[in-house]
């Protein structure tokens, strides 16, 4: 019988955690071809999501579940879920149920029918989000798909529903600045979209607040385009090109006129307006050298602190006795 692995990274989720659990039991009992595996990884939340994971755990072996020893962000957990799994089909799902699990069953038909890798999800509404976030997250991938080669679709869910080959691809890249939108697309493989009207959030918040959301967004135009440096090139070209025509224009004019009166205003202005342009510019170049920086100490992506897999393939002998497991 074929494996649905579904990885659920969960941070302060308890509130949602049973329902969650309740609608997936619903979906995967009517799917009873399948066998399943569901993995929840615990991104460092202190609340009650553990000890409600574990009671899971022992009354349903199909769970498994994966504390990491912080809150290394849902990239990281994702990574830590997808690389524990063992199914033929792995899925990527929120605990919030804002992505519905009960559209699992016709992905898993689209992917064993039809000639696809991976099917994938995107919202065709932002119904329920702060407008301001809704147009900052349009300008944001309207940006980004100009200055990436790597196609990222505007409302892109993280739910999909992926072959095992396509999660080996993924878990090869092994970078620190994992923004999973920018890594789904850049492995390439067919993709089939579904889409779907916005589902608000079971229970609890989200942890998203709008500066997280621009840092993310940076991060995401630093690990999928470097047209940034090349921009920042030539905003430094343009000026140079503007400043040795002003030059030629004063030295002219001093030889036909005299020197008229010293406009130092204008000076200052244009030495505050420079000076902006070149920080700008040493930012840009700074955000690159530090994520190269980050990226050169390769630490682990992610820490286990607590699990009940202990058998991970390959990965058995990493595993201390006191199950404490450091990828
Ligand atoms: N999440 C996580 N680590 C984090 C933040 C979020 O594992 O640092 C999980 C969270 O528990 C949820 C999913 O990622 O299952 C999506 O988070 P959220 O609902 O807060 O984001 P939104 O849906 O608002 O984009
Ligand atoms: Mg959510």
Redesign the pocket.
């Known amino acids: 019988m074929e494996k649905i692995s579904i990885v ?6 308890e509130k949602s955690l049973p329902f969650f659990y309740e609608k997936i039991n619903e979906v995967t009992k009517k799917m009873n071809n399948v066998e399943f595996e569901i993995i929840f ?1 615990n ?1 460092g939340s202190n609340d009650n999501t553990l000890n409600i994971m574990k009671d899971y755990a022992n009354l349903d072996t199909r769970v498994k579940y994966i504390s990491l020893s912080r ?1 290394f ?2 990239e990281s ?1 994702l990574y830590a879920g997808l690389e524990n799994s063992t199914g033929d089909y792995i899925a990527v799902m ?3 149920l ?1 992505d519905p699990p009960e559209l699992l069953e016709q992905m898993y038909n689209s992917l064993i029918n039809e000639d696809y890798d991976c099917i994938a999800t995107r919202r065709v509404d932002r119904k329920g989000e702060p407008p301001i976030r809704s147009f900052f997250a349009r300008c944001f991938y309207k940006l980004i798909n100009k200055i990436s080669n790597t196609d990222i679709v505007d409302g892109a869910r993280d739910f999909r529903l992926m072959k095992r080959k396509m999660v080996e691809a993924i878990l090869q890249m092994k970078e620190y600045n994992r923004f999973s939108k920018g890594i789904f697309g850049w492995v390439g493989f067919n993709t089939k979209w579904i889409a779907y009207e916005n589902i608000e ?1 079971v229970a609890g918040e ?3 607040s709008f500066w997280k959301l621009f840092k993310y967004s940076i991060e995401g135009i630093v690990a999928f385009s470097t047209s940034p440096l090349l921009i920042s090139s030539f905003i430094g070209i343009i000026f140079f090109i503007i400043s040795f025509i002003m030059i030629c224009f004063i030295i002219v004019r001093t030889l036909i006129v005299g020197d008229p009166v010293a406009g130092w205003p204008s000076l200052v202005c244009i030495i505050f307006f420079v000076g902006g342009i070149q920080l700008f510019c040493t930012g840009i170049l700074g955000q690159y050298l530090a994520k190269a920086y980050i990226e050169t100490k390769n630490r682990p992506i992610y820490i286990i602190k607590e699990s009940n897999i202990f058998k991970s393939k390959d990965r058995i002998n990493t595993y201390e006795k006191d199950n404490t497991n450091i990828k």
């Open positions: 659920v990274p969960c941070y302060y989720e990884v991104d809150n962000g849902k957990a929120d605990a919030d804002q959030r989200t942890k998203w």
